[in-house]
């Protein structure tokens, strides 16, 4: 079993910058998958970005490619997202996701494991 926990999130203005972390537990953490995803209110659940198990293949969504930067360190079991250049329709509730398979995807159901979630808000 694979606990996440997140953290980093906060409120910050347009422009700025923001780096969320992704703490996990578990022996199964290093060879998996893992990726982020967010929520705004009253919408679903989308893909943010995701990474493979070795680091080597990355995935992001088209409204944060160039300014989200998606990272592992699997020597502290921990997956970090760089946010630059927040807008503020990137506020939302950000959930770290992994899963078994070392293979990173964009589909949410093929994740086994989820965080609580980190509160993101960007002012205008």
């Known amino acids: 079993q694979v606990q996440l926990v997140e953290s980093g999130g906060g409120l910050v203005q347009a422009g700025d910058s923001l780096r969320l972390s992704c703490a996990a537990s578990g022996r199964t953490f290093s060879s998996g998958a893992m990726a982020w995803f967010r929520q705004a209110p009253g919408k679903e659940r989308g893909f943010v970005a995701a990474?493979?198990?070795?680091?080597?293949?990355?995935y992001y969504a088209e409204s944060v490619k160039g300014r989200f930067t998606i990272s592992r360190d699997n020597a502290k079991n921990t997956v970090y997202l760089q946010m630059n250049s927040l807008k503020p329709e990137d506020t939302a509730v950000y959930y770290c996701?992994?899963?078994?398979?070392?293979?990173?995807?964009?589909?949410?159901?093929?994740?086994?494991?989820w965080g609580q979630g980190t509160q993101v808000t960007v002012s205008s």
């Open positions: 990474i493979s198990w070795s680091g080597g293949s990355t």
């Open positions: 996701a992994g899963r078994r398979n070392t293979i990173a995807t964009t589909t949410r159901t093929l994740y086994d494991y």
